[in-house]
């Protein structure tokens, strides 16, 4: 028998031992070994070598491992270069009777529910499920050991060391009404046998494929028929590439939720024919993101959900199209995750204005949402900025939040637009261009809710009890000869006890008196105005300011 060094030293040459050592394993090896997935004591890894590795005797398997940190070295030993790693200490060279090549994808299904078939000596049969094995007699055993399988629609077979799809026709004939598989963390080395699995569950709407080492060829793209029924693929961290997405996704003719994570991707091309379908795409995690990769994507004409995050994006532009107006890119989407990117300027922001179709926005951990700014003022600021988003970061926007987030938005830069040429009266209103490209919407608010008065825009004066009265100017329409009154009231004061305060003053009953406010926008106050105002004075329920600054918000 050949001498084996000890364990100490094999670990000194970059070699690992085994307990019991030896060399007539090499026949159990498959004869497509290089490229092959294998799990050896729960760490995953592809084979790149197999053979002699002098000068220890026998047939060793080079292996490149997933976490880097598992190896020894870069797949080189004694000055020869067996096989590179991407880490230089990625590889090691271990004994075959260590690894596990892995199951097929049935025997995986029945080790993970328990589902098991076995014959007894006396021709009974026996069917185990968990642990415990179950008698029955002749064909009924039979029957109801596979009316299980057959009745599967969903299987987690998620790291089952699953590497192949095994015998031809058995997946089908066996369960063949599977809806739903995660394969994530398996065995598998090839998209041909992934092909090889789906070919036979014509039923098949959802596949996780996710740390799976797939190798993607381009001798064909996957026939039409074998996902015919696809609706969602899970492929993060399975090292694909754009081009191979689009050379692949020919055969998912009617795919709608594509996962790609993690996996280095460059959008370096524009899906013509492919992808139509597709309404919702996962790029998280990827190379960085710029304008020109995402006009790539920008007309998928039904993509509603984009999931962006971790893609070092810095800015947002959409350039078909001016401020205030609405882009023709992304025509379908209501749905954006741009969570932890580098995003600092408001201007980006402006930009998602544009998207005729978004309701909800996700955009946490950027430097404009992290910044000195509290997160409340944060929200309020991008709910002003984006008139049609009805939810951001999974919180709903109430009308009431985003009434009172635009009023102080319009509060807040009034100054900023006076500066620039802002004005109450719409002829005198032009704002220079500087200004509107930082608040593009903000003219529009002015629309809506009427321009900032003088007195709005005023710095708010320290808590004193002569800061916080209102001044009122009394006149009697009904009595000209009456002296006009000046009173200062506090802001506090409701409308009723104003009411009863100039019924003493004017010595008139307070069922005859009847309140009109006058703006200084407004030279007098019209009908709708007076109901408005008795509704409130009749229920009681406004303080003076609160009236007046609802007054003054609607126009009236």
Known sequence: MPQIPPPNLLSCLGLENCSTPSFAMSDSVPSDVIGRRIDVNGELGTVRYFGNVPPVKGPWIGVEWDNPLRGKHDGSHEGTIYFKCRHPTGGSFIRPNRVNFGVDFLTAIKNRYGLENTKEEDGNEMIVIGNKPVETVGFDSIKKFQSQLNRLQEVSVWSSAVSCAGNKGEIAQTCPNIRRIDLSKNLLSSWNEVISIAAQLKYLEVLNLSENKLKFLYDSPSPSFTFSALKVLVLN???????????????????????????????????????????????????????????????????????????????????????????????????????????????????????????????????????????QTIRQLIIAKIGQLKILNKCEILPEERRGAELDYRKAFGNEWKKAGGHQDPDKNKPNNEFIIAHPRYQLLCLKYGAPEDGELKPQQPFMLKNQLLTLTIKCLNQPDQKTLVKQLPESMTIQKVKGLLSRLLKVPGSELKLSYESPKVSRFNKTHNQILTFFIDNNIYDQRTLFRILKATNL
């Open 237 to 375: 961290r399975t090292g694909i590439t754009w081009t191979e997405v689009l050379w692949h996704a020919k055969g998912w003719p009617v795919l709608e939720e594509l996962y790609l994570a993690s996996n280095d991707i460059t959008i370096s091309e524009r899906p013509t024919d492919t992808l139509q379908t597709l309404k919702l795409l996962d790029l998280s995690n990827n190379q960085p993101i710029d304008g020109d990769q995402l006009f790539q994507i920008a007309y998928l004409p039904r993509l509603e959900q984009l999931i962006l995050s971790d893609n070092r994006i810095s800015a947002l532009h959409f350039p078909d199209v001016g401020l205030g107006c609405k882009t023709s890119m992304f025509p379908s989407l209501q749905y954006l995750v741009i969570n932890g990117n580098q995003i600092s300027q408001w201007s980006s922001i402006n930009e998602l204005d544009k998207l005729q179709s978004l309701q909800s926005l996700s955009c946490t951990q950027n430097p404009l949402t992290g910044g000195s700014k509290e997160p």
